[in-house]
Structure formats: structure tokens, C-alpha cells
């Protein structure tokens, strides 16, 4: 583990079980109780465990935010057809700088056409 990844004492740490992090979790619960609306999803796999909680988060009625560039699939095509997928049905994908500014500067993640 990278020592600045270390969860902090204001952190919130939700165990993961499988593949989607919202499946047996309280995850949907405390995003509910922090009134949260948008969550970005990402990490590895992007065609397993990210899609499984991006499709759990959109059918729990979260915006959905994937950066393609902080994700990685078990091949290129995976990773391709999962985030044309998810552009098209599920959510927004985007790339990590462009997520970060928006945070950043407290203004909404734009839409972007995801051409893979």
C-alpha cells in the first residue's frame, strides 16, 4: 500500500464483498445519509468490479462518473465495449483530469461522447 492511502480517522471505510461494492454493504446507505447524488467509480477490473458498481449505483438512482484512464480490464476490448456501455446506458465517462477540475472547482462534471 502507497502510505498516503492509508485511510484517514474522517474516512469512511465500506468492506467490499464482491465484485459491486454497493452488493451486502452499507455503501448505498451512507452515500444516502451524506446526501451524496454523483459518485465516480473506478479501479480495477473495469469490465467486472467497476461495472458491477456502476450498474448497482445507476439502478439505486446514483449519477455515474467513470474516468476511462483510472481504470484497468482484464484486455482492450473489455475495457473499450464496458465503458461504451456504460456511456451509453449507465453514466458518464470521462477522464481523471477532467473529473478532478470539476471537483475542484465545485462546478458538475460534463458529459462527454466516450469514442473509446
Known sequence: MI????PQETDITVVKHRYS???QTDLDLVLKD????????FGVVTNICVRSTVHD???LGYDIVVPHDACAATGAREHASTLYDIATHFGTVSDAATIAAAI?????????????
Do not use: K, R, Y
Not at 451524506?34 to 467509480?41: K, N, P, R, S
Open 57 to 59: 449505483g445507476f439502478f
Open 21 to 23: 461494492a454497493f452488493f
Open 104 to 116: 475542484a472547482g465545485g462546478v458538475a462534471i460534463p458529459n462527454q461522447v466516450f469514442e473509446g
Open 34 to 41: 451524506m446526501l451524496i447524488g454523483q459518485i465516480v467509480v
Open 3 to 6: 502510505d498516503d492511502l492509508e
